[in-house]
């Protein structure tokens, strides 16, 4: 099992919930980040005084997956939240040991 | 026959109290129109500081220091209340003495009774409707002090500068003070409120000196938006309401007050627009109070023309004060009382000399073939900023020996002042 997470541009979340939702996954946990990568800040204006905004909003989704379900899902974020411009986040990947429902007890894979 | 006897003597008097009523009615000249539009005139401005200022300085402030921000205004409406029946109306509004302050034959209200008349409406309604005018001129204050200083102060700073500031010039202008016998027209307080306050915000902001982190970054517009639209909504009670009767003159200050706040309003934020290539809704609300500010020495002396003029200048110049001069000059006035208050303040002062029109209420300006009107108006504003300007940096030099540190530590400055000087936070995560 693997734990995607996928920080996007808020913008671009509904169509990434629809185009993952498409292809099968039906979980998912969202997010609301700050942060700043290679975009940097941008510049917010108050009463004729400029603001360097470093910090700016993103989406977080996680989601995690079977093993064989990870190139699929990685390029459906990819096709859904990509602009083309430096900004559009990254996706990490990383292995999963153990699955626990809360309600039952079950554990491992049938549980996602 | 007992009946009847007591019939008739209960008929004899129902009779004679309401005869009794009849006669006090005819021997007193109360208008109950003009008292009922002080009553809410009263509340009105009330409604500005609590909760409209509280909002619109809280929205600006940063998010941990919120409620730092409201409780000043909140803490200050209460002193004041009580200090203003205390000593507050009688130095202000008693007898005359020497121009300089009022006598204390009012102290603790003596001598005010339910018979007690100001003008046409009952005396009572008069105190506590220019108790509010007292206690907003110095919560407007606490915008320029926000973010640094400590609460302490901020309560003795309060009842310091009400008692040494706020009463002899409240005296001057209005209680028959020197001011007011030269003939100075302030119609609802440009120089008693604004450049008043504008004035010790800015004296105090250079004594205390820049936060540490000087961005005015607002954590809630929505409730700057609120609070100014309270603000709004309130100077009606403020300008229209210092006609002191339900009249004509009321109901021009109350257009003037609506024109040339929009007229501010639209002003600024096309002055910024021009300049920043947006139109920012910041810039909308700070150019609304702008134009509230110098509106309200003129609102009943001009005509709406005057209004719209004073109107637009002012949104202009305090948008160019605040984003070009403020920041060459480099002092921390946190939310820009001096830009908006004192520079709208001077401006609206200044421009009641031009533009009064003897039509509306006798007195005539520069416009009107009265060019002495300006040099008296010239004269009001100067006296009461310099004098303003000695008291407040006096006042700072007394807290300074008695706190030692006027500003909180550096470490709780930036923690923030909500969790350090209360104990609180404005926006908890407990679901």
């Given at each position: 099992?693997?734990?995607?997470?996928?920080?996007?541009?808020?913008?671009?979340?509904?169509?990434v919930?629809?185009?993952?939702?498409?292809?099968?996954?039906?979980?998912?946990?969202?997010?609301?980040?700050?942060?700043?990568?290679r975009?940097?800040?941008?510049?917010?204006?108050?009463?004729?005084?400029?603001?360097?905004?470093?910090?700016?909003?993103?989406?977080?989704?996680?989601?995690?997956?079977?093993?064989?379900?990870?190139?699929?899902?990685?390029?459906?974020?990819?096709?859904?939240?990509r602009?083309?411009?430096?900004?559009?986040?990254?996706?990490?990947?990383?292995?999963?040991?153990?699955?626990i429902?809360?309600r039952?007890?079950e554990?491992?894979?049938?549980?996602? | 026959?007992?009946?009847?006897k007591?019939?008739?003597?209960?008929l004899?008097l129902?009779?004679?109290?309401f005869?009794?009523?009849?006669?006090?009615?005819?021997?007193?000249?109360?208008?109950?129109?003009?008292?009922?539009?002080?009553?809410?005139?009263?509340?009105?401005?009330?409604?500005?500081?609590?909760p409209?200022?509280?909002?619109?300085?809280?929205?600006l402030s940063?998010?941990?220091?919120?409620l730092?921000?409201?409780?000043?205004?909140?803490?200050?409406?209460?002193?004041?209340?009580i200090?203003?029946?205390?000593?507050?109306?009688t130095?202000?509004?008693?007898?005359?003495?020497?121009?300089?302050?009022?006598?204390?034959?009012?102290?603790?209200?003596?001598?005010?009774?339910?018979?007690?008349?100001?003008?046409?409406v009952?005396?009572?309604?008069?105190?506590?409707f220019?108790?509010?005018?007292?206690?907003?001129?110095?919560?407007?204050?606490?915008?320029a002090?926000?973010?640094?200083?400590?609460?302490?102060?901020?309560?003795c700073?309060?009842?310091?500068?009400?008692?040494?500031?706020?009463?002899?010039?409240a005296?001057w202008?209005?209680?028959?003070?020197?001011?007011?016998?030269?003939?100075?027209?302030?119609?609802?307080?440009?120089?008693?409120?604004?450049?008043?306050?504008?004035?010790?915000?800015l004296?105090?902001?250079?004594?205390?000196?820049?936060?540490?982190?000087?961005?005015?970054?607002p954590?809630?517009?929505t409730l700057?938006?609120?609070?100014?639209?309270?603000?709004?909504?309130?100077w009606?009670?403020?300008?229209?309401g210092?006609?002191?009767a339900a009249?004509?003159?009321?109901?021009?200050?109350?257009?003037?007050t609506?024109?040339?706040?929009?007229?501010?309003a639209?002003?600024?934020?096309?002055?910024?627009?021009?300049?920043?290539?947006?139109?920012?809704?910041?810039?909308?609300?700070?150019?609304?109070v702008?134009g509230l500010v110098?509106?309200?020495p003129a609102?009943?002396?001009?005509?709406?023309?005057?209004a719209?003029?004073?109107?637009?200048i002012?949104?202009?110049?305090?948008?160019?004060?605040?984003?070009?001069?403020k920041s060459?000059?480099?002092?921390?006035d946190?939310?820009?009382?001096f830009g908006?208050?004192?520079?709208?303040?001077?401006?609206?002062?200044?421009?009641?000399?031009?533009?009064?029109d003897?039509?509306i209420?006798?007195?005539?300006?520069?416009?009107?073939?009265?060019?002495?009107?300006?040099?008296?108006?010239?004269i009001?504003?100067?006296?009461?900023?310099?004098?303003?300007a000695i008291?407040?940096?006096?006042?700072f030099?007394?807290?300074?020996?008695?706190?030692?540190?006027l500003?909180v530590?550096?470490e709780?400055?930036?923690?923030?002042?909500?969790?350090?000087?209360?104990?609180?936070?404005?926006?908890?995560?407990h679901?």
């Amino acid at each position: 099992m693997k734990k995607i997470e996928a920080i996007i541009k808020p913008m671009k979340l509904e169509k990434v919930k629809a185009v993952l939702k498409k292809i099968g996954i039906h979980g998912m946990t969202v997010t609301e980040v700050r942060g700043f990568g290679r975009q940097r800040g941008h510049i917010e204006v108050y009463r004729g005084k400029e603001y360097e905004i470093r910090f700016l909003p993103k989406i977080k989704i996680e989601l995690i997956v079977k093993d064989e379900e990870v190139e699929k899902v990685v390029n459906a974020i990819i096709e859904a939240a990509r602009t083309g411009e430096v900004g559009d986040g990254k996706i990490f990947v990383s292995s999963v040991e153990e699955v626990i429902r809360i309600r039952t007890g079950e554990k491992g894979e049938e549980v996602i | 026959m007992k009946n009847l006897k007591v019939s008739l003597l209960t008929l004899f008097l129902v009779f004679s109290f309401f005869i009794k009523q009849g006669l006090t009615q005819d021997v007193s000249s109360i208008n109950s129109g003009d008292t009922a539009w002080l009553l809410i005139s009263s509340a009105l401005v009330m409604l500005m500081t609590l909760p409209g200022l509280a909002l619109f300085y809280g929205g600006l402030s940063k998010r941990k220091d919120t409620l730092n921000t409201i409780a000043m205004s909140f803490v200050t409406y209460c002193l004041v209340s009580i200090l203003w029946i205390v000593y507050g109306y009688t130095l202000s509004f008693g007898a005359d003495v020497a121009g300089l302050i009022g006598n204390l034959s009012k102290f603790f209200l003596k001598g005010i009774n339910l018979n007690s008349l100001s003008g046409t409406v009952p005396e009572f309604i008069f105190v506590i409707f220019q108790l509010t005018f007292a206690a907003i001129t110095i919560a407007l204050i606490s915008g320029a002090y926000i973010e640094r200083l400590k609460f302490s102060v901020w309560i003795c700073f309060s009842i310091l500068w009400f008692t040494f500031s706020y009463i002899p010039v409240a005296h001057w202008v209005w209680g028959g003070g020197f001011l007011s016998k030269l003939g100075a027209l302030d119609f609802a307080g440009g120089t008693v409120v604004h450049i008043n306050a504008g004035i010790a915000a800015l004296v105090g902001a250079l004594i205390l000196k820049s936060r540490y982190d000087k961005a005015i970054i607002p954590h809630n517009l929505t409730l700057v938006v609120l609070g100014a639209g309270l603000l709004w909504f309130g100077w009606f009670g403020f300008n229209a309401g210092s006609a002191l009767a339900a009249n004509s003159l009321a109901s021009v200050a109350f257009l003037n007050t609506n024109t040339a706040t929009a007229m501010a309003a639209l002003a600024w934020c096309f002055t910024e627009w021009l300049m920043f290539k947006k139109l920012t809704i910041l810039g909308l609300v700070s150019g609304a109070v702008a134009g509230l500010v110098s509106i309200t020495p003129a609102a009943g002396f001009v005509n709406v023309k005057g209004a719209i003029i004073i109107g637009l200048i002012a949104g202009i110049l305090c948008f160019i004060y605040v984003a070009y001069v403020k920041s060459k000059l480099g002092y921390d006035d946190t939310l820009d009382v001096f830009g908006i208050h004192g520079i709208g303040g001077l401006i609206g002062a200044t421009l009641t000399g031009v533009f009064a029109d003897p039509s509306i209420n006798g007195a005539a300006g520069l416009l009107y073939g009265n060019p002495k009107q300006l040099w008296i108006q010239i004269i009001a504003v100067g006296v009461t900023v310099v004098y303003t300007a000695i008291v407040t940096a006096i006042i700072f030099g007394i807290l300074k020996i008695i706190f030692g540190n006027l500003r909180v530590p550096a470490e709780d400055e930036l923690v923030g002042l909500d969790e350090t000087q209360h104990g609180e936070k404005a926006y908890n995560l407990h679901i």
